[in-house]
Nanobody, 115 residues
């Protein structure tokens, strides 16, 4: 079982990034997926979630319509498109695949928003 995040990096305020979460080793299409983030000294917080079929999504208030979560079950991948990035978005971003009592985490990808 593996979840691998990618797409993080350094971006200027107002810029965009698209994070990817690639899954392997389990039936990805059965699982809901969430993106979390954790800034230094802060607790990990939920950013966005998408249902197993992709028909249902939820977002944290802090994203304010700037983020979009999507998935491609044929590619076993979930995406997080992040626009209008702010310094407060700086954090390590993690994806989590979950269903019932099962949950798998990726290792995270760093996003730094700075001029």
């Amino acid at each position: 079982v593996q979840l691998v995040e990618s797409g993080g990096g350094l971006v200027q305020p107002g810029g965009s990034l698209r994070l990817s979460c690639a899954a392997s080793g389990f039936t990805f299409s059965w699982y809901d997926v969430s993106w979390y983030r954790q800034a230094p000294g802060k607790e990990r917080e939920l950013v966005a979630s998408i249902s197993s079929t992709g028909r249902s999504t939820n977002y944290a208030d802090s994203t304010n319509g700037r983020f979009n979560i999507s998935r491609d079950n044929a590619k076993n991948t979930v995406y997080l498109q992040m626009n209008s990035l702010k310094p407060d978005d700086t954090a390590a971003y993690y994806c989590k695949a979950h269903q019932g009592s099962f949950a798998y985490w990726g290792q995270g990808t760093q996003v730094t928003v700075s001029s």
